[in-house]
């Protein structure tokens, strides 16, 4: 089946570690985003990409970085000098990526001891 | 800037009570909008879209929205709710051609059996 794969579904840090999260797709879709979703708050965009090897920030990257060396993939690190991390994290992709429809990965609970 | 408004953060209703879940945006270029829908437990997913035609599309599950340019509205409605339709719904707007899109708060939707 296709879709999009997040691992681990549940993952605690001590507060001052980096953390990778990470998304995988077998839809063969150009863009990818990250999501954080908090309650009452709905989804803010961290990053984007929209082509391997090429990514944006969203409107709440601080903190956060990512890559993009394959196209199935798109991993997220939650750096230290993110100052609130503990929160839902929602990777997607769109096939063309223009306004097209978002396909989502069941997501990761971050939480920060 | 771009932003998409829900008008009622929860909503209680009894089972085969009509539906109608409020969603406003700001932006003044053409956009496609999008309601997500996500089940307990489940991924975020679509549950239908508007991109370009007739303004009142329909959805899976019985759901349709229209689509008022003048008032800036893509309501989301439901003649007759069932026990199943709990759930949280996102009302999402993206600049058409664009990368970014832009969530509503949630609605969270409880129906009683």
């Known amino acids: 089946d296709g879709g999009i794969t997040q691992s681990p579904k549940y993952l605690f840090r001590k507060e001052g570690q980096n953390v990778t999260l990470s998304c995988e797709q077998n839809?063969?879709?150009?863009?990818m985003y990250w999501y954080r979703q908090d309650p009452g708050q709905g989804l803010r965009l961290i990053y984007y990409?929209?082509?391997?090897?090429?990514?944006q920030k969203g409107d709440i990257a601080e903190g956060y970085s990512v890559s993009r060396e394959k196209k199935e993939s798109f991993p997220l690190t939650v750096t230290s000098a993110q100052k609130n991390p503990t929160a839902f994290y929602l990777c997607?992709?769109?096939?063309?990526?223009?306004?097209?429809?978002?396909?989502f990965g069941p997501g990761t609970r971050l939480t920060v001891l | 800037a771009q932003s998409v408004s829900q008008h009622n953060h929860h909503v209680i209703l009894s089972e085969a009570a009509s539906l109608e879940l409020g969603c406003n945006y700001s932006y003044g270029g053409t956009v496609n909008l999008f309601w997500y829908v996500q089940y307990p437990g489940q991924h975020l997913q679509l549950l239908l879209k508007y991109f370009s035609g007739d303004p009142l599309v329909k959805g899976i599950k019985g759901f349709e929205a229209e689509f008022i340019k003048s008032k800036f509205s893509f309501n989301l409605r439901k003649p007759s709710v069932q026990w199943s339709d709990t759930a949280e719904y996102f009302c999402a707007v993206t600049n058409t051609g664009g990368f970014k899109t832009i969530f509503g708060a949630g609605t969270r939707l409880f129906v009683k059996a």
């Open positions: 839809l063969n879709h150009d863009a």
């Open positions: 997607a992709s769109t096939q063309g990526g223009r306004g097209d429809t978002q396909y």
């Open positions: 990409s929209q082509i391997v090897n090429d990514f």
